[in-house]
């Protein structure tokens, strides 16, 4: 079973697509497994960055050296590796600072 390894893009144009992403990965000898675009959940409007899965922590590193800083329709990339997503349970103290009780 392969690792399956994820990039953070940001500073992406907002009406870049999946496909001119992927494009711009294999025109530069990184082959991509998916793409994932980040749009508001209310509006749908891309917020300008996404995640790029790639097949090991090889290509990972090259990706990052070979796309991070570089343009896509005049906006220098921000290529590195993705964080695990924060926890979002948990907080049940939401505004208690506030309360006064």
Excluded: C
């Excluded at 997503?85 to 006064?100: A, E, I, L, M, Q």
């Amino acid at each position: 079973m392969t690792q399956v390894s994820k990039l953070y893009v940001g500073n992406l144009d907002f009406s870049t697509t999946e496909g001119e992403l992927k494009t711009h990965f294999e025109q530069n000898g990184i082959q991509v497994s998916t793409i994932n675009l980040i749009t508001d959940k209310y509006t749908g409007r891309a917020k300008g960055f996404g995640f790029v899965e790639v097949e090991s922590e090889e290509v990972l590193n090259k990706a990052i050296e070979a796309l991070d800083g570089k343009e896509l329709k005049g906006r220098k990339l921000t290529v590195n590796k993705a964080k695990p997503p924060k926890d979002r349970t948990g907080g049940g103290n939401f505004g208690s600072r506030h309360s006064r009780f």
